[in-house]
């Protein structure tokens, strides 16, 4: 038979259980909750960033060679369409970026694509963002700078792919590359593409931090999978996929193998269209 004090000492403990179990849980809901506001705050910042960059916004001191859109130009129509699809699907994560990037030039590509094949209104398109992202560098907003990058180079690997012909497959690497890019290369995107020298001095401040690179290999041991650029290793046979080390490209070969084969086949199908082309031209 169990003594009253014994009794008495299991009921405080499994109390203190029960509490230490309530506190845990309450705690735990805490954290998600948290989470879930910070997602929210996050991809709400990444909306307002982008939407600095609305063709209405007040005119900064220099345009860093952008000439402003003629009233009702379908150029602005362009950019209006592009930016508000981005921002109803853009999130905190950057692959949720890509996918509202990708999203966005689907929907220019369905309702404009006249203006997409138009190199000189493209040219005038991307004079516009580069510009914008310029701004963002020289008011410390890099997270903003970083997501422009990519809006840019989706527009300059389409241009390449499918208006030029120049390419054989799109290269959505960069993009992620460039959402989490140093501020090296960042600065020097945006500063080689410019008509002005509003980053010159920025550019010297960062011009000692080492470019980084982006490894393939989601498993990546190495923080944010990020690598010097200068030391990455890449795939041969579809030149493609970038890696840190042989043995992050030896891990992601199973993930690879079919992307790998797929690119090397179009690569050689375009080879062998560009060589036909040239002995034609000749």
């Known amino acids: 038979m169990v003594s009253r004090k014994k009794a008495k000492g299991k009921a405080r403990k499994a109390k203190k259980e029960e509490d230490k179990d309530a506190h845990d849980d309450s705690s735990a809901a805490a954290a998600q909750q948290r989470q879930r506001e910070q997602e929210q705050e996050g991809a709400l910042e990444a909306q307002l960033q982008m939407q600095r960059l609305l063709i209405d916004s007040p005119p900064s001191p220099c345009q860093h060679g952008f000439d402003p859109f003629p009233e009702g130009d ?9 930016l ?6 853009v ?5 949720n970026k890509i996918d509202a990037i990708l999203k966005a030039m ?19 398109i991307l004079s516009y963002f580069l510009s914008g992202g310029t701004d963002h560098i020289l008011n410390g907003r890099d997270g903003a700078a970083r997501t422009t990058v990519a809006v840019i180079i989706m527009f300059e690997e389409f241009i390449a792919f499918s208006v030029q012909k120049t ?16 501020d090296h290369t960042l600065v020097s995107f ?8 509003c980053l010159d001095k920025k550019h010297k401040e960062v011009k ?23 030391k990455m290793l890449y795939c041969t046979r579809c030149r493609y996929a970038y890696y840190c080390s042989r043995d992050c490209q030896e891990t992601h070969w199973s993930d690879h193998r079919e992307v ?10 375009f080879e062998q269209e560009m060589r036909i082309r040239d002995q034609n031209s000749m």
């Open 84 to 89: 508000e699809t981005f921002n109803s699907g």
């Open 208 to 230: 000692s931090i080492k470019k980084m690179g982006y490894c393939n290999n989601e498993k990546c041991p190495l923080p944010d999978g990020k690598v010097e650029r200068s």
């Open 190 to 197: 945006f500063r080689k593409r410019i008509t002005c020298s």
């Open 106 to 124: 689907d929907a220019v590509d369905k309702k404009y694509p006249e203006v997409l094949y138009d190199s000189s209104k493209m040219k005038h």
């Open 91 to 95: 999130g905190i994560k950057d692959r």
């Open 167 to 182: 390419q054989a497959v799109l290269h959505l690497q960069k993009l992620m590359e460039m959402l989490i890019a140093d």
């Open 260 to 269: 790998c084969k797929k690119k090397a086949e179009e690569n050689a199908k």
């Open 74 to 82: 379908v150029r602005c129509r362009v950019v209006r369409l592009y």
